[in-house]
């Protein structure tokens, strides 16, 4: 089966990738001929992931999704949660954005978090949205060099190393992503039954 997913991230796409395995393949938007940035401009995850994949599909005509995610801090009442990708600056300079975040979590106690992932599906014109959450906390330092974005801030519950010192296979066994990504199969699965 084949599917658009609307990123040009290329962490996020292997990540999903090595989820679905080689029984779906994975396009991209400029593999579509779409290489402007797509809009993000809703004020949730779910309207975000949603504006996304309708873009791919009012251009392409093709099955796709979107995924959105945000790091939602408890102590900052969920904050960065939907703008995440642009916390500190206009652009996505994820250093800029660990280092505004452990700023303001500076003498703060409570380090709870969770990355909370939404995928929207468009199949056959029709829309769907599946959510993965994974729980965890923030520590005080940037710690390992693997992944992308928050994740050299992020210990996923019960574990003790960042997402960020993990292979792709670790962080797909907890991850937010990973277990959206995991509802969105499963429902594929069940669709071919
Ligand atoms: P996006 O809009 O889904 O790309 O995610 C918004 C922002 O959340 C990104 O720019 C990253 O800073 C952050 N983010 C998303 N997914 C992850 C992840 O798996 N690990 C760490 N940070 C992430």
Redesign the pocket.
């Known amino acids: 089966m084949e599917l658009i997913f609307a990123t040009n ?1 290329a962490h996020k796409l292997a990540e999903v990738q090595a989820v679905l395995g080689n029984r779906f393949t994975l396009r991209t938007p400029r593999s579509c001929g779409i290489t402007e940035e797509i809009p ?1 401009e809703q004020p949730t995850l779910e309207g ?1 992931a949603l504006q996304k994949a309708r873009y791919i599909h009012e251009r392409t005509g093709c099955d796709c999704f979107a ?5 939602e801090v408890e102590a900052l009442d969920g904050a960065p949660g939907v703008h ?2 642009r916390y500190a600056t206009d652009g ?1 300079d ?1 250093a800029a ?1 660990n280092r505004l975040l452990l700023h303001n979590l500076e003498g703060v106690e409570n380090r709870r978090a969770r ?1 909370r992932t939404v995928i929207a599906l468009i199949l056959n014109g029709e829309e769907h949205l599946f959510e993965g959450v994974v729980e965890g906390h923030i520590i005080d330092r940037e710690t390992g060099d693997e ?5 050299p801030l ?1 210990v996923p519950e019960g574990g003790v190393r960042t ?1 960020a010192q993990m292979s792709t296979e670790e962080k797909n066994a907890v ?3 990973a277990r959206a990504v995991r509802r969105l199969v499963e429902y594929l699965h069940n669709l071919k039954k």
């Open positions: 991230n993000e975000n995924d959105d995610t945000g790091l995440s990708a996505h994820f954005n990355f992944g992308f974005g928050y994740d992020f997402f991850s937010h992503r």
